[in-house]
């Protein structure tokens, strides 16, 4: 890591196991700069340095960029890299990437079964087992499976996944890795509370005043359903005479399905009235099939010339994804799409009738992609490292709207640059330079429709600048700090004089500050602690709402996290852990504000004997009321309170 020229934040599957994490969203408040999004109950979702992304999420370094909610029971780490990583990635990224790397058939021996529980009825259970066959074979298989209760009322969970991976060395240079992968969720959607209007129509308005369990919908209606297939096939071979090849393929498919009532509609969107007694909801569903297939070759070429030392990395990628979006409005009593419901009783019975409306989406599309990049770090001296390399994108969407027949299309060549420099006074200290570009086609994260005002329309764009340092204090302790400036320009704007077209002049600024510290103070003491001020601004007006200025959406300009390990003797061990949020707006027009929250988690871990294995994670020691996340001013998620999840490992 010391050697690499922008911030990088690693979970490991260890970290993730003692803090008894499932999700993307809870594990990464752990990681500076990154906010946790709502995204609507169904899906990962983040905002990293002030850029929020649904779609910039990959499995072992290839794109896995459908909207539905990852799991970590076959994790072996998370890698968060921060700024604009189109050089490798791609298109997107524009505030970093989320890379999930997967336990394989390594040829190690482990038989683990986990088996856990928490405060609200459910159980889930994971197995890990693998172990070489032979010298050339190696197979291991993960499997989970779930069904959760939650704080909030009428809230449920049931997933399960399998993924068995199978390795193969014929020789000490080559290795075919294979790895299929089966999840299914399906889960209820929870879209919060909404917020409450104050006397005078005064701002910034505050969450609706309720209990955190109170859900707001129809627990019959409202349910998200995902099956995810992943198969992929991926060649290394080592030419022994320093160049390295890999290449990677994914054939993915996803069958996706959400159905929301929410907070919504009405004359206040869904907020609750000065009286408190009176609020709406509104409703729609989505079907939002994928196809995915994909070829990754990368190349490393390490070399020396003269007195300097290279490492050339080099590669392509071709790929086409294939879809179906189709969302369907919800018309209460099959006439109004909206509903008023009392606050203090705001589960709806009300049968909902659902229809395709004019203003609704029925497309099917296709994306071919291809891309090209090349990148070299040189070695000047053992003091100063140079980093050069550049990506060419080529991106041919096609959207076919399934009512008119009618088939839009949109090609963009993209060229995103990198650039940096690392200065190395020692050995186990590194301070640099950097300079990155990303875009982000004008179809968006998920590129699911165009309209004639999308195919004009030029892809927004990203750039990144960093300074930042790295330092081994320890062997195993880190720390990390880094000081950045990002723009994001071409943010669309409705055009005013011509109504579905857009003016590229909307634009947001983001400066901020991460640090970070991670690793063993001592063998008994493990820490990990990140801060982060971040300013996230609208530089340019986006809309008549949200206007230069603002603070962008949930963003706090303070986030802090600590987490203790201690290790009292080979039996027990306990940790407590801090998480701290200054104040953010729900969302960018900055008329909702969440207020800053503290809360406090602790574990107690005891280890009998090589066999088994015991911990007890409380979530929220204190029992603070807080408010996690938003997706919009009227759909607030309240954190959880008090929460004891227990779980219990065997190995045999």
Known sequence: MINIPQSVTVLTKDFIKDQSFTSIGEATRYVPGVIYHQGE????????????????FYTNGIRDDVQYFRDFYNLQRLEVLKGPNAMIFGRGGGGGVINRVLKEADGTTVREVTVGGSSYPGARVTTDIGQAVNENWAARFNAMYENTDSYRDFVNLERWAVNPTVTFAPNDTTTVKLSYEHLHDRRTVDRGIPSQILPG??????????????????????????????????????????????????????????????????ANSGAVNVAG?????????????????????????????????????FGGEVGRQSGLNFRQSGFFNGVSSTIAIDPRNPVSYVPVTFRNTATDTNNTYNLNLGAIYVQDQVEITRYLQLI???????FDLQSRDRRTNVVLGRVDDLVSPRAGVIFKPMDNLSVYGSYSVSYLPSAGDQFSSLNPGLVI???????????????????????????????????????PNNPGFFLLDGATKTRGFETSLAGYITDAWQVTAGYAYTDARIANNISGTVVAGNRVGLVPYNTISVWNKYQFNPMWAAALGVIHYSNFFASSDDTVRIPEFTRVD?????????????????ENLFDQKYYATADGNNNITPGSP???????????
């Open 201 to 266: 129509g005064a701002l910034p308005r505050p969450p609706y005043n309720t209990s955190a369990s109170t859900f707001f919908g129809n627990p019959n209606l409202n349910y998200a359903r995902a099956d995810v297939d992943i198969g992929t096939a991926i060649i290394e071979h080592d030419f022994e005479n320093g160049f390295t090849v890999r290449n990677a393929t994914q054939a993915a498919n996803y069958d996706k399905f959400y159905q929301n009532i929410y907070p919504g509609g009405g």
């Open 457 to 495: 329309a030029k892809p927004e764009k990203f750039v990144n600048t960093e300074v930042g340092v790295k330092y081994d204090i320890l062997p195993r302790l880190q720390f990390a700090a880094a000081l950045y400036d990002l723009d994001r320009t071409n943010q669309r704007v409705a055009d």
């Open 41 to 56: 109950s169904h899906r990962d979702d983040l905002v990293i340095r002030g850029q929020r992304s649904n779609a910039d």
């Open 642 to 652: 008090r929460v004891f999840r227990l779980s219990a490992t065997a190995k045999f």
């Open 388 to 394: 050069g390399g550049a990506r060419f994108d080529h």
């Open 277 to 313: 007694t009176s609020s709406n909801l509104a409703a729609y569903n989505n079907e939002t099939d994928r196809t995915n297939l994909f070829n990754q070759t990368d190349l490393t070429y390490k070399f020396d010339a003269g007195q300097t030392r290279h490492t050339v990395l």
């Open 602 to 618: 602790g574990a107690v871990f005891l280890t009998l004997n090589e066999m088994w294995r015991a911990q007890l994670n409380i």
